[in-house]
């Protein structure tokens, strides 16, 4: 079965991981985010792109979810004594990957061609591949004006209330090569339980239009994010943060949803937007709960 995941960050990550322990490389394409990505002393960096192949690569930061296993920090500490940039926590193995991004960038390689490189050298063997190889940028419009997102993520801790998003440069941007013939040889397309504003949306935006079976994985669970500033974007957008509220925002894409258990109560709601529906565990704390949580997303495509 080909299945294309779209993933942004670490939930993203985990269960694009799971996928991968299941399906042969030839039947799964990651495509990932990268409206997060910026330019930050100097170095490109690709915070979703990276976590993705970090984690597939079993070299991701298991406290974190992002960065490197086994990480040191002398240069970012050194930066900050130098009185430099130092909120965004880059690691010394970590730098080595933007350094590397970011020669081969400025000597005209497209991206999409790094991270099939990088992939090669880190032993990632299924297909991860970036949105486009166009800049895209995530804004954040919130009550203290635009934030670039690692601006309002990072460096503002998700503070300010957030009033909208915008994702410049989508509406021109060509979706990288491989991805329009990921999605038409897919016989599903999975949205990993990523943000839906910030991680999907953007890749949404890139790609256009999906012609094929779309399941998506609740990154909300009992009206809360495992991870990251979901939750709390529904709530200041005026929307009761929920996996029905999720359901609600993809539902003229979606064929199938996943739900966890803890939120059964959506399932008939759900249901009625023409959604079929799997109600399982879909945490993953565990590394065991990540290929879990794919065998029971696979299953549910395949009874479709
Ligand atoms: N997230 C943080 O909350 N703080 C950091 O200092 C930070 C550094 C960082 C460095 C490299 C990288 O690839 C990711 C990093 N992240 C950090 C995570 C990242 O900014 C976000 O998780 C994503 O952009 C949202 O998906």
């Not at 322990?21 to 799964?28: D, G, S, T, V």
């Not at 400025?106 to 970036?130: M, N, Y």
């Not at 060509?174 to 990523?194: K, M, Y």
């Amino acid at each position: 079965m080909k299945i294309v995941a779209l993933a942004g960050g670490v939930g993203g990550a985990k269960l694009a991981h799971g996928l991968a322990q299941i399906l042969p490389p030839e039947e799964l394409t990651v495509i990932v985010n990268t409206g997060d990505d910026f330019e930050h002393l100097g170095l490109y960096i690709c915070p979703d792109l990276d976590t993705v192949c970090y984690t597939l690569a079993g070299l991701a930061n298991p406290e974190t979810g992002w960065g490197r296993v086994g990480e040191s920090w002398n240069t970012i500490a050194n930066v900050e004594k130098l009185g430099g940039p130092a909120w965004f926590r880059l690691g010394d193995q970590d730098i080595a990957t933007h350094l590397e991004r970011t020669r081969r960038l400025k000597e005209g390689q497209p991206l999409s061609q790094v991270i099939r490189d990088f992939c090669r050298a880190w032993d990632v063997r299924h297909t991860v591949l970036p949105m486009c190889d166009s800049p895209v940028r995530t804004m954040v419009d919130t009550d203290e004006g635009e934030l670039a997102f690692q601006e309002y993520f990072v460096h503002r801790r998700c503070e300010p209330i957030v009033k909208g998003f915008r994702f410049d440069g989508a509406e021109a941007a060509e979706p990288a090569p491989g991805v329009r013939e990921a999605l038409e040889s897919a016989d599903a397309i999975v949205f990993c339980p990523s943000n839906p504003w910030v991680s999907i949306d953007p890749i949404l935006r890139v790609v256009k239009k999906i012609n094929k079976p779309v399941v998506a994985v609740s990154p909300i669970i009992g009206g809360k994010t495992v991870k990251g500033p979901a939750a709390k974007m529904y709530t200041e957008l005026g929307i009761e943060p929920s996996a029905l509220a999720v359901a609600m925002h993809y539902r003229t894409i979606l064929t199938g949803f996943v739900l966890d258990n803890a939120d059964l109560k959506y399932e008939e709601e759900i249901k009625a937007l023409q959604v079929k529906t799997l109600v399982t565990d879909t945490l993953m704390n565990q590394l065991t709960d990540r290929a879990r949580l794919a065998t029971d997303v696979l299953h549910f495509i395949g009874s479709y």
